[in-house]
């Protein structure tokens, strides 16, 4: 059985992927097989590993995310073989994977963590940059130090925390919906954050957690602008932090929200003169009709007719599972979002084949109070979980669904405010079946509870409300709270209290 790099590899476990989801499931299972060889396969020879883990109650946790190199996994995890090299086939009736540098591996049972990429509005224009990763990232900076104009696109964590952080550069957002940050708020929270947006002064920004490695070499060969095919490991929730985002203007804010609408168009400097048309100056007041006198390198038309020049354009709009690699010559379940299908034990519809984080698609009847979002938390649960339904079906034994996916719980920071939400809380798939009550204390907190039939089922909370581990607890116990009325979020009144 010689393969072009000699015979072929064997273990009882391989992992492809070195984001959090690949990284925590190899981990897992080389602590629960401390005698077997666990491979792990990544194309980047720096891993994602979770760092200073806090479990903040039943079903929230907080983490940060450290790129190490792989040789830091191997040390703690004797039993870990990381391969770096990028997957060119799988054949899962052979029970075989082929890496591109010729080698290949058979395994007993397979996770696949491979993630997902950024969906660009447009491929391969230069002047159209998506960011998902640390190296996006940095290619993102290099280009914003001489941008005095940039388009941004996408309503997610992503674009939303981009935004915030850009100054001395006008940034015109597209965004398809109402109101910002539609994948975490609501127009109520978007406008308790909007004051955030236009305020002059910031903040001092709390320094970046995250230890950068950077990859030797790989910045003096002025490489192409994070290439697509280039995947680098998703962004952390500080990923900005540490970063100077900053353009080549002198004041701090200047942004010019355009609400739904998207792209329809984008043209070069060429293409807009032949055109002959006309594009915007970045609107002063209210009522924009100035025109433009400026020559941009490049011009987006949106949806709505207004046409503006820039010097670059980001597409935050989203991810797609990254699946091409593992497709060919395999009948793989795929969802509609474009996701491998798994089972409630993790396993795609191919035997021995599972998949976890951002790659697969929750196939299972959910929780009513859980969802699927391609988050950092999720692809660490997936993971570890994997990783114990790898174990239990390789010992014979039973395994019950894990806690993690009886509610729906996400940290992290917007605009400086610690944000947290839970359970279906944007009313997701409820229809008009349900009622909102609402807390706002400009400034400082924003407390939102989506309720049905006396019941809550979801909350945002923005600012130190401390109300998450109460909450959290209400929405898995489902007790009936119409009694309480109004008063279940009347600030006089300590809920805590009555529900510990």
């Keep these: 059985m010689a393969g072009p790099g000699g015979a072929a590899a064997r273990c009882r476990f391989a992992v492809v992927g070195g984001g959090i989801a690949g990284v925590t499931c190899a981990e897992k299972l080389a602590a629960e097989f401390p005698s077997e060889d666990i491979f792990l396969m990544t ?15 039943k079903t929230l946790e907080e983490f940060d995310v450290e790129e190490q190199p792989s040789f830091l996994l191997e040390k703690q995890y004797p039993n870990i073989r990381v391969i770096q090299s990028r997957v060119k086939q799988l054949k899962s009736d052979e029970h075989k994977i082929y890496t591109e540098n010729g080698k290949e591996y058979i395994y007993e049972k397979l996770c696949l963590c491979a993630g997902a990429k950024p969906k660009l509005i447009v491929e391969g224009n230069p002047y159209v940059l998506g960011i998902r990763d640390t190296d996006s990232a940095q290619a993102f900076q290099k280009n914003l130090a001489q941008a005095e104009r940039i388009v941004v696109v996408g309503n997610g964590g992503i674009a939303l925390e981009l935004v915030y ?21 609501d127009a109520g929270a978007a406008e308790f954050l909007i004051p955030k947006l236009t305020a002059e002064s910031q903040e001092t920004p709390i320094e970046c957690k995250r230890t950068k490695y950077t990859v030797e070499g790989s910045e003096e060969k002025g490489r192409p602008t994070a290439a697509s095919d280039k995947l680098g490991s998703a962004l952390g929730p500080d990923w900005h932090e540490g970063l100077h ?13 355009e609400i739904l609408c998207e792209v329809k168009q984008i043209h070069s400097q060429q293409e807009f003169i032949q055109l002959q048309r006309t594009s915007l100056a970045f609107p002063k007041g209210e009522k924009n009709v100035e025109l433009d006198e400026v020559l941009w390198p490049v011009y987006v038309e949106l949806t709505n007719g207004k046409i503006y020049g820039c010097n670059f354009i980001v597409s935050a709009t989203g991810v ?4 091409e690699p593992f497709l060919d010559g395999n ?24 998949a976890a984080g951002d790659i697969c698609t929750a196939a299972w009847e959910p929780s009513p109070v859980w969802h699927q979002m391609r988050l950092w938390t999720q692809a660490r649960q997936m993971g570890w979980y994997a990783a114990k339904c790898m174990a239990a079906d390789a010992l014979g034994e039973a395994i019950d669904m894990d806690f993690s996916f009886e509610l729906f719980a996400h940290i992290t920071k917007f605009f400086n405010y610690k944000v947290v939400v839970l359970g279906k809380y ?23 509870v989506v309720m049905q039939n006396g019941r809550m089922v979801g909350a945002v909370l923005i ?3 401390d109300l998450e581990e109460t909450f959290e607890n209400l929405i898995l ?5 119409s009694a309480y009325g109004e008063d279940l979020l009347n600030p006089d009144i300590d809920i805590e209290d009555y529900f510990d």
């Design 43 to 57: 194309a980047s020879p720096v891993i994602k590993a979770v760092t200073n883990f806090k479990q903040v109650s």
């Design 165 to 185: 952080e850009i100054q001395g550069c006008e940034v015109i957002w597209a965004i398809k919906d109402k109101a910002i940050g539609n994948t975490f708020f």
């Design 245 to 257: 985002l900053k353009g080549t203007k002198e004041f701090s804010h200047k942004v010019h929200i």
């Design 320 to 323: 797609v599972p990254n699946v």
């Design 331 to 354: 009948n793989f379940a795929v969802a509609g979002d474009g996701g491998l299908r798994v089972d409630r034990h993790m396993h795609t519809s191919l035997p021995d084949v599972y």
């Design 426 to 448: 944007n009313a997701q798939g409820l229809g008009s079946d349900h009622e909102l009550m609402l807390r706002c204390t400009k400034g400082q907190e924003y407390v939102k």
């Design 463 to 465: 600012g130190e409300t």
């Design 477 to 481: 116990n489902q007790m009936d709270l």
